[in-house]
């Protein structure tokens, strides 16, 4: 009875876990192995594995220019949406960093973007731009079909996502420029530094801890952009805004190659975990405080 | 004291008014630049935020806005003749109010289910001892780097086989639990010392009982913070309701919402008046929640 | 050179109360400059006030003859240390000590020059390539304290460097700052809460209360000459004994009445005073602990009358060291005595002892001021 109770008593420690990872694994561990293994096969619509196939859908995939284009695209996409993204956060922040008249007004409107989802800012991008009462091309006198033209088409779509990523950039950034210790400030003031010695001498630096870890949440963040691409684009015009997580989309609800999909699935999750770990590396090396 | 003052011995010869012209002056200017540098600061914020909210403060004059003062090549930034009848007709091209509630029970399940899930996880791992802790705790980290989208695919697989597809369940379930949340709350607790917990149970208070009455109430700016990040992000959600519904009854607003966007490409600004509706939920909360969600997640989470 | 004048300057956040007022100093080349007082007192504001770092309310800061109101902190060539250090935190010790040289665009080989020479001075050279959270707490002062010296400002500011150093090193650091202002030879203007380092330190000490001067004198005159109760009680430890007593004229001298039968008679210059206007009024007679001396050490002083003489309870005996602190009572009087440890003394007795009247201070009782006259005024009421 005793060792019963005793049990019992060590079970109920992981009971405290078992939600969490049930979900984890169901959702999770799950189906990624089972991506894993789905990108080995050959599927049919039902997305049930049929042929093994070895890595044949990794070799089309590296065969395939199509996927070199998104992967490009891809790239490009994530470095304009985080410089544009975190470009907005930091101006944010650094405008609120001094009390003024009207601030919580302010800055809660810097904040706001992150309570927009991607759907509806493209349902609004979508209006703006569009090339006959787009309200841009009206301010500014141009008659660009924006994001039917493969010039614009990318950049328009890394705008939204920068726009509404920037709102909890901006978040990060007050909370690094809160931690800076206001006598620094002062005391380079004594020193003789001048306002944009000390941005670039201490206030900068001073939010690099906060920056990298804005640095990585934004590049997993920006990978991940779908809804905005689905709406605005659908990955045209050609294949200029197919983006990886869309081409995904694309192959498996539209040409029912899970297989493939399965494939982009891993290489996308391969991309993501290398930028993680080499970021992390640089760290440690740089930020030393 | 008056001794000192009047043994000062004054470094340049001025007169009285010179002195009293002298000091007015410079007061002026420095007023003067204090005034300036102030107008600046203010000037900059209005302009900045002025372009970061123009997509919403066109979208909110556009939903006013009757369809043929849209339809013009002349410069139509604020509605001449301001209207309900987007609203008024958003409502009848779709099903917004099914939208909606759906939205907020998904959304509400989904916030209170991470709330309860990762509180006892977190509890757990800062409070407990077991085998495997380490690993486990690695593992639930590492599941930050696994991009959703990379497993969608096998996800959507797994509820199809299940039969689960366009049901609540299957909006709300994969959504239960998050490697943040258990992270966030986890940063707290590590905050309180372990003698709160073993003096709780000394006490003859439980597990469970140590969760709810005390960890709860003390980590109440955490969940405050939990509570608004992942209402919001629930309510954001695209891909996977995109996925697996199928009906209007299982809709929610930003997948029924895209349903206006292609109705016809005459109601720009019904589909307008639609996304403002469907925003101000997501927005009220974020405003009311802003302060809890800076206090809980930069108080203890992110610090360099 | 430098001379900073500062002419009744005040400092006020909401223009109804006042953190400093009508502060008048002014600080010749070279001095080392003590603001000393209680917590809240304006001793800090007024430094930055100086240091250009909260603006002057009104009256005016004059440096090296220049109106130096509005001038921008960054323009008035000064260099400060901080309480926290306030060291960059993202930036080595060689790079802190560097910054206010760079930021002058001062050429390289002479910027690594006088870092290693003040680096030396200060015994850091070793900790050059760390960053400031690897050091401990003394070594950030000592970084502070070189990245204030790199320059040749006009003054140094410090608002209490030491404070956040444990015993021990702070008084090492206090030996060391007062051989570093005689090496560089340097206005330094002090902030401390602290009366031992002010009285050490110090060339010129600014006690300050609620934001009014109450003194500003040599250390040797502060100690000796308090201009009021407030400074007496504040400068010196343990603090001065105060007694309340009756001004009584008796056989044509006069004597200081205070209760538990003490009867102490004044003579001299300040007899005089007294005489004057004071007779049978209530006065606070302020007596140090060390003028209150046993039998041995004040024949030593040729004070062993018998009209110096009082009795008091020993209730503690504190041993220091070579000396002894007595907390005694003389019934309705708490009073302290500073005597050499091997004075014979019994606990929960009664005791004798001699009064140092030559160096008794005497206030009035409603405005706590002394009402002996500093040397100073004795001068210049010759002159006048």
């Given at each position: 009875m005793k060792k019963v109770i005793e049990k019992c008593k060590k079970a109920e420690v992981y009971m405290y876990l078992i939600p969490s990872m049930v979900i984890f694994s169901i959702f999770l561990f799950y189906p990624f192995i089972k991506t894993i293994y789905l990108s080995l096969y050959k599927t049919n619509k039902l997305g049930e594995a049929k042929l093994y196939v070895g890595l044949d859908n990794y070799k089309s995939l590296l065969s395939n220019p199509s996927f070199y284009n998104s992967l490009w695209v891809t790239l490009e996409f994530v470095a304009i949406v985080v410089v544009g993204s975190m470009a907005l956060g930091l101006l944010g922040a650094v405008l609120c960093s001094k009390a003024f008249p009207g601030i919580r007004v302010f800055s809660t409107s810097y904040a706001l973007p992150m309570a927009v989802a991607s759907s509806s800012g493209a349902m609004i991008f979508k209006i703006i731009l569009n090339p006959t009462i787009g309200i841009v091309n009206k301010l500014l006198h141009v008659s660009i079909n924006w994001v039917s033209d493969p010039k614009y088409a990318l950049i328009c779509v890394a705008v939204l996502t920068a726009w509404l990523n920037s709102g909890i950039n901006f978040l990060y950034f007050s909370a690094g420029l809160g931690n800076i210790d206001d006598s620094i400030y002062e005391r380079a003031s004594v020193d003789g530094a001048n306002a944009v010695q000390k941005f670039f001498k201490l206030t900068l630096p001073g939010l690099s801890p906060i920056m990298f870890y804005t640095l990585v949440v934004n590049i997993i963040q920006a990978f991940q952009s779908f809804g905005q691409v689905k709406i605005l684009t659908q990955g045209g015009p050609g294949e200029s805004t197919n983006l990886i997580v869309y081409s995904i989309y694309r192959d498996a609800f539209f040409n029912y190659r899970f297989g493939s999909a399965a494939a982009q699935s891993v290489v996308l999750f391969l991309i993501v975990m290398a930028l993680t770990l080499v970021m992390f590396r640089v760290e440690k090396r740089g930020v030393k405080y | 004291m008056s001794t000192i003052a009047t043994t000062i011995a004054r470094p340049k010869t001025y007169s009285a008014e010179e002195l009293q012209a002298l000091h007015l002056a410079m007061n002026a200017k420095a007023k003067r630049k204090k005034m300036i540098q102030k107008t600046a600061l203010v000037t900059m914020n209005l302009i900045v935020c002025l372009f970061m909210l123009f997509p919403l403060l066109y979208t909110i004059s556009v939903a006013f806005m009757p369809s043929g003062e849209l339809y013009t090549m002349a410069m139509n930034i604020v509605p001449k003749h301001p209207t309900l009848e987007n609203f008024v007709e958003a409502f009848h091209k779709i099903p917004l109010v099914r939208f909606v509630l759906n939205s907020f029970l998904v959304a509400g399940s989904i916030t209170l289910g991470q709330i309860v899930t990762c509180s006892l996880a977190a509890f757990a791992f800062s409070f407990l001892n077991f085998k495997g802790k380490n690993v486990l705790f690695m593992l639930v980290m590492a599941t930050m780097m696994v991009p959703g989208e990379a497993t969608i695919i096998s996800n959507y697989l797994t509820v199809g086989s299940l039969g689960l597809l366009d049901t609540y369940i299957v909006l709300i379930l994969p959504s239960l639990t998050s490697a943040m949340g258990i992270f966030l709350f986890r940063q707290f607790y590590m905050t309180f010392p372990i003698s709160l917990y073993e003096s709780a149970k000394l006490d003859g208070c439980g597990n469970l009982r140590f969760i709810v009455k005390i960890l709860m109430p003390l980590t109440k700016s955490a969940m405050g913070a939990m509570a608004v990040y992942t209402f919001i992000n629930a309510w954001n959600m695209y891909m996977w309701p995109l996925l697996v519904t199928g009906s209007d009854s299982k809709r929610t607003v930003q997948i029924g919402i895209s349903m206006l966007n292609s109705v016809d490409a005459q109601s720009i600004t019904l589909m307008l008046a639609g996304v403002v509706m469907i925003i101000i939920p997501s927005i009220s909360i974020f405003i009311v929640g802003q302060k809890a969600l800076i206090k809980g997640m930069f108080s203890g989470a992110v610090k360099g | 050179?430098?001379?900073?004048?500062?002419?009744?300057?005040?400092?006020?956040?909401?223009?109804?109360?006042?953190?400093?007022?009508?502060?008048?100093?002014?600080?010749?080349?070279?001095?080392?400059?003590?603001?000393?007082?209680?917590?809240?007192?304006?001793?800090?504001?007024?430094?930055?006030?100086?240091?250009?770092?909260?603006?002057?309310?009104?009256?005016?800061?004059?440096?090296?003859?220049?109106?130096?109101?509005?001038?921008?902190?960054?323009?008035?060539?000064?260099?400060?240390?901080?309480?926290?250090?306030?060291?960059?935190?993202?930036?080595?010790?060689?790079?802190?000590?560097?910054?206010?040289?760079?930021?002058?665009?001062?050429?390289?080989?002479?910027?690594?020059?006088?870092?290693?020479?003040?680096?030396?001075?200060?015994?850091?050279?070793?900790?050059?390539?760390?960053?400031?959270?690897?050091?401990?707490?003394?070594?950030?002062?000592?970084?502070?304290?070189?990245?204030?010296?790199?320059?040749?400002?006009?003054?140094?500011?410090?608002?209490?460097?030491?404070?956040?150093?444990?015993?021990?090193?702070?008084?090492?650091?206090?030996?060391?700052?007062?051989?570093?202002?005689?090496?560089?030879?340097?206005?330094?203007?002090?902030?401390?809460?602290?009366?031992?380092?002010?009285?050490?330190?110090?060339?010129?000490?600014?006690?300050?209360?609620?934001?009014?001067?109450?003194?500003?004198?040599?250390?040797?005159?502060?100690?000796?000459?308090?201009?009021?109760?407030?400074?007496?009680?504040?400068?010196?430890?343990?603090?001065?004994?105060?007694?309340?007593?009756?001004?009584?004229?008796?056989?044509?001298?006069?004597?200081?009445?205070?209760?538990?039968?003490?009867?102490?008679?004044?003579?001299?210059?300040?007899?005089?005073?007294?005489?004057?206007?004071?007779?049978?009024?209530?006065?606070?007679?302020?007596?140090?602990?060390?003028?209150?001396?046993?039998?041995?050490?004040?024949?030593?002083?040729?004070?062993?009358?018998e009209e110096n003489q009082l009795k008091a309870f020993v209730d503690l005996r504190e041993m220091i060291g070579a000396e002894a602190y007595l907390h005694m009572n003389t019934g309705r009087n708490l009073i302290t005595a500073r005597v050499p440890s091997e004075a014979p003394v019994a606990v929960k007795e009664s005791?004798?002892?001699?009064?140092?009247?030559?160096?008794?201070?005497?206030?009035?009782?409603?405005?706590?001021?002394?009402?002996?006259?500093?040397?100073?005024?004795?001068?210049?009421?010759?002159?006048?």
């Open positions: - | - | 050179m430098s001379n900073i004048v500062l002419k009744n300057v005040c400092k006020s956040y909401d223009k109804e109360h006042y953190a400093v007022q009508d502060f008048s100093l002014e600080i010749p080349d070279r001095e080392f400059v003590i603001f000393v007082g209680p917590s809240g007192c304006g001793k800090s504001t007024t430094l930055r006030m100086i240091a250009g770092l909260e603006e002057i309310t009104s009256g005016e800061l004059w440096i090296d003859g220049q109106l130096c109101n509005y001038v921008e902190a960054k323009d008035r060539d000064l260099s400060m240390v901080f309480q926290n250090y306030a060291l960059y935190p993202n930036m080595t010790v060689y790079e802190n000590m560097a910054f206010s040289l760079k930021i002058r665009k001062q050429p390289k080989d002479e910027v690594d020059k006088k870092v290693h020479e003040a680096a030396k001075m200060l015994g850091i050279e070793h900790l050059l390539d760390r960053r400031p959270a690897a050091l401990s707490g003394g070594q950030k002062q000592r970084v502070a304290i070189g990245s204030a010296i790199m320059r040749r400002p006009k003054a140094f500011l410090m608002d209490e460097p030491l404070s956040n150093l444990d015993a021990k090193l702070r008084a090492q650091m206090r030996v060391e700052l007062a051989k570093l202002h005689k090496e560089l030879k340097t206005t330094v203007i002090y902030v401390t809460h602290d009366q031992t380092e002010a009285m050490t330190l110090g060339t010129k000490i600014i006690v300050m209360k609620d934001g009014v001067v109450q003194q500003a004198d040599t250390p040797e005159r502060i100690y000796r000459h308090p201009a009021n109760k407030f400074v007496a009680g504040f400068i010196g430890a343990p603090s001065m004994n105060f007694m309340e007593t009756m001004v009584m004229e008796r056989n044509g001298a006069v004597y200081l009445e205070a209760d538990g039968g003490i009867t102490l008679r004044v003579r001299g210059e300040n007899e005089m005073v007294l005489r004057r206007a004071y007779l049978g009024k209530m006065m606070i007679l302020g007596l140090r602990p060390e003028d209150l001396q046993d039998e041995i050490t004040a024949s030593a002083h040729q004070i062993c009358y005791i004798t002892l001699y009064a140092d009247m030559e160096k008794a201070q005497i206030f009035d009782p409603f405005t706590e001021e002394n009402i002996l006259s500093l040397p100073v005024e004795k001068e210049e009421r010759a002159t006048a």
